[in-house]
C-alpha cells in the first residue's frame, strides 16, 4: 500500500467529513489534530472548505496568464524563420513586421497580428526552443598573395568614415568543394560598411579581367558611389587592372588593402561571406562554367532585393572592457534600405527611387524564386559529379 500524501489524507477526510454523524465528525477532527498538529479551529475550516490549501497551492499556476500561447503564433513565427535562413531572435524581432504584411499561407486575427508585431525577441527565444538546430562549417582558404603590386597598394592605416555610404569591403567566396585545385567558380563578395548593402557577382576563376568585370557590374548596380575599395592581398583583386579602374577617373576611389593573415582587418565582409553566400549555396564544388550565368542571374535579381530590403543586420557601435571581459554593444536591427533612408548622405532622388522599388516586391515571392533557382544549380551540380563518378569508374586501372 502506498503511503499517502498530506494533501491526499485531508482531501479524503474531507469527504468523510460531509457525509459523517457528529461523533464521527469529532473522531475525524481528532484523528487530524493528532497526526498533522492542526488546531481544532483549523482543521474544522480545513474540513468545510471546497478545496484545501495545499490543492490550491498545487493546482495553481505562478505568474501572469499566458499571453503567446497560441499555436499559431509559433507557426507564423518558423514560417518566416525558415524563409529568411534562421536568423536569430534580435533579427527575427525586426523581420516580422516586414514579412507579417505578405504572409499569405492563412489569413490571420487582428490579435494574432498585433501580438506577433509586439513580441520580444526572449519570447521568440523561448518559444522557438525546440525548433532551433545549428551546424557549422568550415571552409578552404584560396587566397594568394599578390606580391608584386603590394607596394602599390597601401595598408588601410586611417578609420573611415563608417557613417558615410560607399567604403566598401570586398572578398571572394571559393565554390571549390574539397580542393582547391584546376578552374571554377568564384563569387565576388562586397558589402558597404556604413550601410550593409551587399553586391556579389559570380566570375570563372581568379582572372583580373573577370574580377574587374564584376567589380564594374557591382558599381552600377550600386545606390550611391564608391568612395573607398579595401580588400585582403589576393591577386585578384592586387592587379593593375583594378587599380587603373579605381584610380584612372575624376574622382579615385581610395584603393587600400589589409594587413597579410590579418582576417579581423576585414571583419565586415568575413562575416558576409558566410551568412549572406555560404548559408545559401553551401561548401559544394562548382565547376560547370555556365553557372556563372546562373549565380549572376540570381545576385543581380532576387538575391539583392531580399538581403538589402527584408534581412536586417545590427552593427557594432561600441566595445566595452569589464574586467577580463569585452562587453559588445550593437545598434537595433535595420535592412541595408533602411539605414539608407535614414542616412543624412543619401539623396532625396535616391530614397524616391529606392521606396518606389521597395513597394514592388514581396518577401516570399523572392525568397520562393531563389530556393528554385538555388536547387536548379544544385540539380546541375549533383549531375556532373554523378557523371564524374560514372566516367572514374569505367576508366581501366
Same mark, same amino acid.
Given at each position: 500500500?502506498?503511503?499517502?500524501?498530506?494533501?491526499?489524507?485531508?482531501?479524503?477526510?474531507?469527504?468523510?467529513?460531509?457525509? &459523517?454523524?457528529?461523533?464521527?465528525?469529532?473522531?475525524?477532527?481528532?484523528?487530524?489534530?493528532?497526526?498533522?498538529?492542526?488546531?481544532?479551529?483549523?482543521?474544522?475550516?480545513?474540513?468545510?472548505? =471546497?478545496?484545501?490549501?495545499?490543492?490550491?497551492?498545487?493546482?495553481?499556476?505562478?505568474?501572469?496568464?499566458?499571453?503567446?500561447?497560441?499555436?499559431?503564433?509559433? #507557426?507564423?513565427?518558423?514560417?518566416?524563420?525558415?524563409?529568411?535562413?534562421?536568423?536569430?531572435?534580435?533579427?527575427? /524581432?525586426?523581420? @516580422?513586421?516586414?514579412?507579417?504584411?505578405?504572409?499569405?499561407?492563412?489569413?490571420?486575427?487582428?490579435? *494574432?497580428?498585433?501580438?506577433?508585431?509586439?513580441?520580444?525577441?526572449?519570447?521568440? $527565444?523561448?518559444?522557438?526552443?525546440?525548433?532551433? &538546430?545549428?551546424?557549422? =562549417?568550415?571552409?578552404?582558404?584560396?587566397?594568394?598573395?599578390?606580391?608584386?603590386? +603590394? /607596394?602599390?597598394?597601401?595598408? =588601410?592605416?586611417?578609420?573611415? $568614415?563608417?557613417?558615410?555610404?560607399?567604403?566598401?569591403?570586398?572578398?571572394?567566396?571559393?565554390?571549390?568543394?574539397?580542393?582547391?585545385?584546376?578552374?571554377?567558380?568564384?563569387?565576388?563578395?562586397?558589402?558597404? *560598411?556604413?550601410?550593409?548593402?551587399?553586391e556579389q557577382r559570380a566570375v570563372w576563376g581568379k582572372g583580373e579581367t573577370g574580377v574587374k568585370k564584376a567589380m564594374e557590374s557591382i558599381e552600377e548596380a550600386l545606390p550611391f558611389p564608391i568612395l573607398g575599395?579595401?580588400c585582403d592581398n589576393g591577386s585578384e583583386f592586387l592587379n593593375w587592372h583594378l587599380i587603373k579602374f579605381f584610380t584612372n577617373r575624376k574622382r579615385p576611389v581610395q584603393f587600400s588593402r589589409s594587413r597579410a593573415?590579418? +582576417?579581423?582587418?576585414?571583419?565586415?565582409?568575413?562575416?558576409?561571406?558566410?551568412?549572406?553566400?555560404?548559408?545559401?549555396?553551401?561548401?559544394?564544388?562548382? #565547376?560547370?562554367?555556365?553557372? @556563372?550565368?546562373?549565380?549572376?542571374?540570381?545576385? #543581380?535579381?532576387?538575391?539583392?532585393?531580399?538581403?538589402?530590403?527584408?534581412?536586417?543586420?545590427?552593427?557594432?557601435?561600441? /566595445?566595452?572592457? *569589464?574586467?577580463?571581459?569585452?562587453?559588445?554593444?550593437? $545598434?537595433?536591427?535595420?535592412?541595408?534600405?533602411?539605414?539608407?533612408?535614414?542616412?543624412?548622405?543619401?539623396?532625396?532622388?535616391?530614397?524616391?527611387?529606392?521606396?518606389?522599388?521597395?513597394?514592388?516586391?514581396?518577401?516570399?515571392?523572392?525568397?520562393?524564386?531563389?530556393?528554385?533557382?538555388?536547387?536548379?544549380?544544385?540539380?546541375?551540380?549533383? &549531375?556532373?559529379?554523378?557523371?564524374?563518378? *560514372?566516367?572514374?569508374?569505367?576508366?581501366?586501372?
Amino acid at each position: 500500500m502506498r503511503n499517502w500524501t498530506k494533501a491526499e489524507h485531508v482531501s479524503w477526510c474531507r469527504q468523510r467529513y460531509r457525509h &459523517a454523524s457528529k461523533t464521527q465528525r469529532q473522531a475525524i477532527l481528532d484523528e487530524l489534530c493528532y497526526k498533522f498538529h492542526y488546531h481544532r479551529k483549523a482543521a474544522i475550516r480545513l474540513m468545510n472548505a =471546497k478545496k484545501s490549501a495545499c490543492e490550491n497551492h498545487r493546482h495553481a499556476k505562478r505568474g501572469r496568464k499566458p499571453h503567446y500561447d497560441d499555436p499559431l503564433i509559433l #507557426e507564423v513565427l518558423i514560417d518566416i524563420w525558415k524563409a529568411t535562413n534562421l536568423p536569430c531572435a534580435k533579427r527575427l /524581432k525586426a523581420i @516580422v513586421p516586414l514579412w507579417l504584411p505578405f504572409y499569405d499561407k492563412f489569413i490571420l486575427p487582428d490579435d *494574432i497580428q498585433q501580438k506577433l508585431k509586439k513580441i520580444s525577441a526572449a519570447t521568440i $527565444d523561448r518559444l522557438m526552443a525546440p525548433s532551433r &538546430a545549428r551546424c557549422n =562549417k568550415i571552409g578552404f582558404a584560396t587566397t594568394k598573395p599578390g606580391a608584386i603590386i +603590394k /607596394k602599390h597598394i597601401p595598408i =588601410k592605416t586611417n578609420q573611415w $568614415d563608417e557613417q558615410v555610404p560607399g567604403f566598401l569591403e570586398a572578398d571572394t567566396v571559393a565554390h571549390c568543394g574539397n580542393s582547391a585545385a584546376g578552374s571554377f567558380v568564384l563569387t565576388v563578395n562586397c558589402v558597404d *560598411i556604413a550601410t550593409g548593402w551587399i553586391e556579389q557577382r559570380a566570375v570563372w576563376g581568379k582572372g583580373e579581367t573577370g574580377v574587374k568585370k564584376a567589380m564594374e557590374s557591382i558599381e552600377e548596380a550600386l545606390p550611391f558611389p564608391i568612395l573607398g575599395f579595401d580588400c585582403d592581398n589576393g591577386s585578384e583583386f592586387l592587379n593593375w587592372h583594378l587599380i587603373k579602374f579605381f584610380t584612372n577617373r575624376k574622382r579615385p576611389v581610395q584603393f587600400s588593402r589589409s594587413r597579410a593573415y590579418h +582576417k579581423n582587418d576585414n571583419a565586415h565582409i568575413e562575416n558576409k561571406n558566410w551568412t549572406n553566400v555560404r548559408q545559401y549555396l553551401g561548401y559544394e564544388r562548382f #565547376e560547370e562554367p555556365e553557372i @556563372v550565368d546562373l549565380l549572376n542571374d540570381l545576385y #543581380e535579381n532576387e538575391w539583392t532585393d531580399y538581403f538589402n530590403f527584408f534581412i536586417p543586420s545590427v552593427k557594432l557601435i561600441d /566595445k566595452r572592457r *569589464i574586467g577580463s571581459k569585452i562587453q559588445k554593444i550593437h $545598434d537595433q536591427p535595420c535592412t541595408p534600405f533602411g539605414r539608407l533612408m535614414n542616412s543624412m548622405h543619401t539623396d532625396s532622388q535616391t530614397k524616391q527611387r529606392l521606396t518606389s522599388r521597395f513597394q514592388t516586391l514581396n518577401p516570399f515571392d523572392i525568397q520562393h524564386r531563389m530556393t528554385c533557382k538555388i536547387k536548379q544549380i544544385k540539380k546541375l551540380v549533383y &549531375a556532373h559529379d554523378l557523371h564524374q563518378n *560514372i566516367t572514374s569508374k569505367q576508366r581501366p586501372r
